[in-house]
């Protein structure tokens, strides 16, 4: 590289510009080296050879030490700057002496240099500190060896020539050398200047590329983003609205809609019917305020589908603080939304039929109770029960009483107005809640009954269920409201009520509720719980009523059970078997009667009566699964003989599921058990069923021996039991015989057996077997 090429790149070149400014000077300085040893080599060895051979030996040592202390200086260039500087800038103020000595005026050129050569390499005040040196040693060291130089006027004055000499010397020098210092100052000042704006214009394009940078970084999150965005201009509320300008990629995903088809239209493309304007009403006036909201929203895709969205909107102001955009974050709830209607429809409303549940109904009552009691008008509250649906729903499968209860449930919404309530509590039982009747109690009492009976004549029509008809009625029990005191619970508890006394009247009829009726049911809870501390504290007993043949003589006897209430007294058994059978007691009092009869009939045994004993036992004792298992166990803890022992059931046990009744009963009577259908005749009275059965005895139901021999319906009912009896080689009993005339007429006929008052009470077992040993059981003989 030659000299005029570092000088090139040091002043002109981009390069140079962009390096640190502190180095240029030092540039500088290796550059005049370099020219100085370029040029000095090639004019020093000329110059070294003809000042040799001219006899001017120390101008050839001179020029060759000038040269060898350039090289060194220049080769070196580890050593500190300025002290490289300050040997270049001593070398040329002593050649200049050495000059001024040797040669004369033409060291002048030499002492000029220095000061100026100061200023380019130190500065303006190394400079100067030069320029006073350079003075100094011209005015001192020219007049001491008065070198020849020819000045008119001053040959005999050298001082006074040296003088002036020196003071326009150091005017020029000074000239040159300050002007030299400013312009390199302006350059260095320029150049940091240059610096300055070149690292600001390098700052400001990293922070371009960094803005650049993050906002492709963020456009590509925006895109890419699962959530919907949309920016929207800042333009006025009214119509048309604000217009689209972005729209991420999850909104063409969730709407169907591609940017070119919205970009330009405003947010209502995607609104629809069902869009709540309350909520676009609020979402508008706080955009009027510029101040963020949260909503949720019903929209519309391309397609027309429904979505639900969870929005952010928020604006967007510039740095004067003027709104500029308004950015909204979109978030599908859709299927939140499903779950959380799947869920109230769960909570407030039946699954089968889809009416309100009990929950809603509850929720319903207690605000219409609230409302009647600012403003009081007659409403009612109906309870319907399907009347033997449970027949229905076992003839013909769980499918088709599903389907019918639905067709109840849209038959009685069809039935009644907007404002009122249709609700199913479960299985069959449906209650309708009715408001505003009439503002008369009387008069919506009336009304209340006509819509009870408008509804008991509209289920009496057919069902069609699968192309069969299927006929059903309802009990239907009715309240009213308000009355002081009353709350939602409590109107259910006395409509309930009233449904339960229309189905005792007959079923398929209407009861109102009355007070009375409250007060039975609160009777009937009381005597089921004594009911239940009757089997643990010993108030119940066994009494055993025989059964006897023409001769009067026992030939069988049936086990009742009575309850000796501590402060009732003597409770009849038609008052606490109907609650023990409507209620889990059943299941506890079945079986302590059945094994007390057992040890009963151990008993009598022992005493030496092999009579049979019968024993009452109910369909939901019959029915438990583990029956025939926990008889086995009982008859093997016991001891008793099954062979001694008839069941007594009820024609209403055949009515359920014969095929596995008659299972059951075959399995007890592989263990000796005979059975006996009580009260026969007056439930499932179907003959068919009695060739199936593995049946010992029937027994003749009271209400046909009543009347008999006066009525000759019951007369023609008692003769038709006797003679199918006898021709399918039955035993017969006749219960509840009380006279004489009962006797003959039955015995007269073939009945094997007589059981009542006429010949017994039911008494205790010990007191029967006292009786035995001291009298006959007949009245008086029999013929």
């Given at each position: 590289m030659t000299a005029f090429q570092t000088l090139q790149q040091t002043f002109l070149t981009p390069q140079a510009e962009n390096e640190e400014l502190h180095n240029w000077r030092?540039?500088?300085?290796?550059?005049?080296?370099?020219?100085?040893?370029?040029?000095?080599?090639?004019?020093?060895?000329?110059?070294?050879?003809?000042?040799?051979?001219?006899?001017?030996?120390?101008?050839?040592?001179?020029?060759?030490?000038?040269?060898?202390?350039?090289?060194?200086?220049?080769?070196?260039?580890?050593?500190?700057?300025?002290?490289?500087?300050?040997?270049?800038?001593a070398l040329v103020y002593l050649l200049g002496l050495w000059f001024l000595m040797v040669i004369g005026p033409a060291s002048q050129i030499y002492l000029m240099a220095f000061p100026v050569m100061t200023a380019l390499l130190l500065g303006l005040r190394p400079a100067l500190l030069a320029l006073v040196l350079n003075g100094v040693s011209l005015l001192s060291l020219g007049y001491a060896v008065n070198a020849d130089l020819q000045m008119q006027g001053f040959e005999s004055q050298p001082l006074l020539k040296w003088v002036v000499i020196t003071i326009n010397f150091m005017f020029i020098n000074s000239v040159i050398t300050i002007s030299c210092a400013v312009l390199l100052n302006q350059l260095e000042t320029s150049l940091e200047r240059q610096r300055a704006i070149t690292q600001s214009l390098e700052k400001g394009q990293s922070h371009l590329q960094k803005a650049n940078e993050d906002l492709r970084l963020t456009g590509t999150a925006l895109t890419r983003?699962?959530?919907?965005?949309?920016?929207?201009?800042?333009?006025?509320?009214?119509?048309?609205?604000?217009?689209?300008?972005?729209?991420?990629?999850?909104?063409?995903?969730?709407?169907?809609?591609?940017?070119?088809?919205?970009?330009?239209?405003?947010?209502?493309?995607?609104?629809?019917?069902?869009?709540?304007?309350?909520?676009?009403?609020?979402?508008?006036?706080?955009?009027?305020?510029?101040?963020?909201?949260?909503?949720e929203l019903l929209n519309y895709a391309k397609d027309g589908q429904e979505y639900w969205l969870d929005l952010n909107i928020v604006p967007v102001t510039n740095e004067q603080g003027e709104l500029t955009h308004w950015v909204s974050v979109e978030r599908n709830i859709t299927e939140r939304k499903k779950a959380e209607e799947d869920i109230h429809r769960l909570a407030y409303f039946d699954v089968l039929t889809g009416l309100p549940n009990r929950r809603m109904l509850l929720d319903r009552l207690e605000q219409v109770l609230a409302s009647a009691r600012r403003s009081p008008v007659i409403g009612a509250l109906l309870y319907l029960?399907?009347?033997?649906?449970?027949?229905?729903?076992?003839?013909?499968?769980?499918?088709?009483?599903?389907?019918?209860?639905?067709?109840?449930?849209?038959?009685?919404?069809?039935?009644v107005r907007e404002e009122d309530t249709v609700a199913r509590?479960?299985?069959?039982?449906?209650?309708?809640?009715?408001?505003?009747?009439?503002?008369?109690?009387?008069?919506?009492?009336?009304?209340?009954?006509?819509?009870?009976?408008?509804?008991?004549?509209?289920?009496?029509?057919?069902?069609?269920?699968?192309?069969?008809?299927?006929?059903?009625?309802?009990?239907?029990?009715?309240?009213?409201?308000?009355?002081?005191?009353?709350?939602a619970d409590g109107l259910l508890r006395e409509a309930d009520t009233?449904?339960?006394?229309?189905?005792?009247?007959?079923?398929?009829?209407?009861?109102?509720?009355?007070?009375?009726?409250?007060?039975?049911?609160?009777?009937?809870?009381?005597?089921?719980?004594?009911?239940?501390?009757?089997?643990?504290?010993?108030?119940?007993?066994?009494?055993?009523?025989?059964?006897?043949?023409?001769?009067?003589?026992?030939?069988?006897?049936?086990?009742l059970l009575r309850w000796t209430h501590p402060v009732r007294g003597q409770v009849p058994p038609s008052t606490f078997i109907p609650v023990a059978e409507d209620s889990p007691l059943m299941l506890r009092l079945g079986d302590w009667v059945?094994?007390?009869?057992?040890?009963?009939?151990?008993?009598?045994?022992?005493?030496?009566?092999?009579?049979?004993?019968?024993?009452?036992?109910?369909?939901?004792?019959?029915?438990?699964?583990?029956?025939?298992?926990?008889?086995?166990?009982?008859?093997?803890?016991?001891?008793?003989?099954?062979?001694?022992?008839?069941?007594?059931?009820?024609?209403?046990?055949?009515?359920?599921?014969?095929?596995?009744?008659?299972a059951r009963m075959n399995e007890l009577a592989a263990l000796g058990i005979r059975f006996s259908i009580d009260d026969f005749g007056t439930g499932y009275s179907s003959l068919a069923y009695l060739k199936r059965l593995p049946l010992y005895e029937i027994k003749i139901d009271k209400?046909?021996?009543?009347?008999?021999?006066?009525?000759?319906?019951?007369?023609?009912?008692?003769?038709?039991?006797?003679?199918?009896?006898?021709?399918?080689?039955?035993?017969?009993?006749?219960?509840?015989?009380?006279?004489?005339?009962?006797?003959?007429?039955?015995?007269?006929?073939?009945?094997?057996?007589?059981?009542?008052?006429?010949?017994?009470?039911?008494?205790?077992?010990?007191?029967?077997?006292?009786?035995?040993?001291?009298?006959?059981?007949?009245?008086?003989?029999?013929?």
């Open positions: 030092e540039r500088i300085l290796s550059a005049i080296l370099l020219v100085i040893v370029t040029l000095g080599s090639l004019a020093a060895i000329p110059s070294v050879l003809l000042a040799w051979r001219e006899g001017l030996v120390a101008v050839a040592w001179i020029d060759a030490f000038a040269l060898a202390w350039v090289i060194t200086i220049w080769r070196y260039r580890t050593l500190p700057y300025r002290f490289r500087a300050w040997n270049l800038l983003l699962n959530d919907m965005v949309v920016i929207t201009e800042a333009a006025p509320l009214s119509a048309p609205g604000p217009r689209i300008v972005f729209v991420n990629d999850a909104f063409e995903r969730c709407t169907g809609y591609t940017r070119e088809e919205v970009i330009g239209k405003t947010p209502r493309v995607l609104q629809g019917p069902r869009t709540s304007r309350t909520e676009l009403d609020r979402i508008k006036a706080a955009l009027g305020k510029q101040e963020p909201v949260h909503a029960d399907l009347d033997r649906f449970k027949n229905i729903n076992d003839a013909r499968g769980h499918t088709a009483g599903d389907a019918l209860l639905m067709s109840v449930g849209q038959r009685l919404s069809d039935l509590l479960g299985g069959d039982e449906f209650v309708i809640l009715t408001t505003h009747l009439t503002a008369d109690h009387d008069a919506g009492g009336r009304a209340a009954m006509a819509v009870a009976n408008k509804v008991r004549e509209a289920l009496e029509q057919p069902f069609t269920i699968h192309g069969e008809p299927y006929s059903t009625s309802a009990s239907i029990g009715v309240t009213l409201l308000p009355k002081p005191g009353q709350s009233a449904m339960y006394r229309a189905k005792a009247a007959g079923r398929n009829r209407i009861a109102f509720f009355e007070a009375a009726m409250q007060s039975e049911v609160e009777e009937r809870l009381a005597l089921e719980h004594d009911l239940a501390q009757a089997i643990t504290q010993n108030q119940l007993a066994l009494h055993l009523q025989p059964q006897v043949d023409r001769t009067g003589h026992a030939v069988g006897a049936e086990l059945m094994e007390q009869a057992f040890r009963t009939q151990v008993h009598l045994q022992a005493a030496g009566h092999t009579l049979p004993l019968s024993i009452n036992v109910s369909p939901r004792q019959f029915r438990q699964s583990d029956f025939v298992r926990r008889v086995s166990a009982l008859l093997a803890s016991t001891g008793a003989n099954p062979a001694r022992l008839v069941f007594e059931v009820t024609e209403g046990l055949l009515i359920e599921n014969l095929d596995r009744t008659i209400s046909f021996i009543d009347d008999t021999p006066a009525d000759p319906n019951d007369t023609a009912i008692v003769q038709m039991i006797l003679s199918m009896a006898r021709h399918m080689g039955l035993k017969v009993v006749a219960e509840g015989v009380e006279t004489r005339e009962q006797a003959d007429f039955l015995l007269a006929h073939g009945c094997d057996a007589l059981q009542g008052y006429l010949f017994a009470k039911p008494a205790p077992v010990s007191d029967w077997l006292a009786r035995q040993s001291s009298r006959p059981l007949q009245p008086h003989p029999m013929t």
